[in-house]
Nanobody, 126 residues
Framework: QVQLVESGGGLVQPGGSLRLSCAAS????????MSWYRQAPGKERELVAE????????NYADSVKGRFTISRDNAKNTVYLQMNSLKPEDTAVYYC???????????????????WGQGTQVTVSS
């Protein structure tokens, strides 16, 4: 059974820090790119940060560059999001996503797989 379990959210004052974790199980974690998304009330879900399966390539949304850091530990099947210098506009539900593109295994086509966690609330407020 595939599971992505986020933790580490909470209430923090502006300028503070939080570290989100996403523990994965039920699939081959090291074969999947991992991402963090967020969704604020009344807004669409947006990509925050993404990291390839080996950690060799990382991308961030412009709004979090220089403040957030994504990392992963394939031995622990966990991806992290270190969030520093938090702002009220960072308030959202943060979701973990695992994604593996389609590929051929011999002559067999293996379709894309994408999994989502339940989300963890981050509130930045004084």
């Amino acid at each position: 059974q595939v599971q992505l379990v986020e933790s580490g959210g909470g209430l923090v004052q502006p300028g503070g820090s939080l570290r989100l974790s996403c523990a994965a199980s039920g699939f081959t974690f090291s074969s999947y790119a991992m991402s963090w998304y967020r969704q604020a009330p009344g807004k669409e879900r947006e990509l925050v940060a993404e990291i390839t399966n080996t950690g060799g390539r990382i991308n961030y949304a412009d709004s979090v560059k220089g403040r957030f850091t994504i990392s992963r530990d394939n031995a622990k099947n966990t991806v992290y999001l270190q969030m520093n210098s938090l702002k009220p506009e960072d308030t959202a539900v943060y979701y973990c996503n695992a994604d593996r593109g389609p590929y051929y295994s011999g002559t067999s086509f293996v379709p894309r797989r994408s999994y989502w966690g339940q989300g963890t609330q981050v509130t930045v407020s004084s």
